[in-house]
């Protein structure tokens, strides 16, 4: 567990589990949260940055900076998920609209601002990036001098063996593959370390009936029973006993990083297979004879992907943290 508090920055595409990682990022004690930027993904945009103003005033964060970026791909149309989030993105909870308002800067603009301070204070931040990256591709290429602000890039996306969005490729990658790979180029460029939380390990943390039902109890309109609702509505969307937290273990593993195991791996973004595009190509041989006889060669970019998870202890401190009771076990 990090002793020090860890400056956050998230960007979103708010989402059910992106309401789920921001409750997480804005509670816990170990988490200084600077500032959230939304990209179109889950949902359109304008409900991204409403939904997300809705979790952080449930959260009592209106210091947090909340700003809106990208409202579609690099390259083509969006394509949102509301047969996964539902109509508003957030559950269809009828969850009382806020009177946040939205920072005036494009989430571009936030982004650079909020690195180069952390770069002029000596205390790089963390950007944990939710959604597809069209947000951050644009602020590495952009402004590459905000690297000595960033000290680590934690994505939610993509995966090594599995693919959600289709047979081969994750949501969040699948939605804008060119600025994955851009971000992912960038990063390599420019010295910035990555993890991937990808698909492997996302599905294990998860939250099941009682649980969800007693952060519900808790009641008020608060965190833990925003928490406990998304959880409901999820279980139900989706079927089966269990609901994942998704994207909030990769706040998690900000956290905690014991409980999570990655290995540094080669990887490249598919671009243009019609069957795969947009999946993570993680390459796992460990014989370098195949590789030197491969003709497109190692990839040049390297990530910490991860590719086991303790996921009972991360739903734990999932749910300890809502309930006031961060750091319990």
């Not at 309401?19 to 949260?33: F, G, K, Q, S, T």
């Given at each position: ?36 930027s939304c990209v179109g993904g889950n949902a359109p945009v304008d409900d991204v940055v409403r939904n997300t103003l809705k979790v952080l005033e449930t959260a009592g964060r209106d210091d ?266």
């Open positions: 567990m990090t002793t020090e508090p860890t400056p956050v920055v998230l960007d979103v595409d708010t989402g059910v589990d992106d309401a789920c990682a921001l409750l997480l990022a804005a509670l816990h004690p170990a988490l200084e949260l600077r500032a959230v947090v900076p909340v700003a809106r970026g990208a409202e579609r791909p690099l390259l083509e149309p969006p394509l949102h998920a509301r047969h996964v989030h539902g109509e508003d993105g957030m559950g269809d909870l009828g969850w009382p609209t806020s009177s946040l308002v939205p920072d005036p800067r494009h989430a571009v603009e936030l982004l650079r601002d909020v690195c180069r301070e952390a770069a002029e204070a000596g205390r790089p931040v963390t950007l944990v990036p939710l959604a597809p990256l069209t947000n951050i591709a644009l602020l590495l290429r952009t402004h590459p001098d905000v690297a000595s602000g960033i000290a680590e890039i934690v994505f939610m996306g993509g995966a090594a063996n599995v693919g959600n969005a289709t047979a081969s490729a994750e949501f969040n990658v699948f939605h804008d593959p060119e600025a994955a790979a851009i971000t992912l180029d960038a990063a390599a460029d420019l010295g910035i370390r990555v993890t991937m939380y990808g698909l492997d390990v996302f599905y294990e943390p998860v939250i099941g009936r009682d649980e969800a039902a007693e952060l519900v109890a808790v009641g008020g309109r608060g965190p833990a029973e925003l928490g406990g609702r998304l959880m409901d509505f999820q279980r139900e969307r989706l079927g089966g006993q269990d609901a994942t937290i998704g994207d909030a273990g990769a706040v998690c593993a900000v956290i905690d990083r014991d409980a999570l195991r990655t290995q540094v791996l080669p990887i490249r973004v598919e671009l243009a297979g019609h069957w795969s595009r947009g999946r993570t190509i993680v390459d796992r041989r460990d014989w370098s004879g195949a590789i030197t006889h491969d003709p497109h060669g190692e990839a040049p970019v390297r990530v910490d992907v991860a590719l086991g998870v303790d996921g009972r202890r991360y739903s734990r401190l999932w749910a300890n943290a809502l309930l006031g009771r961060a750091g319990e076990r």
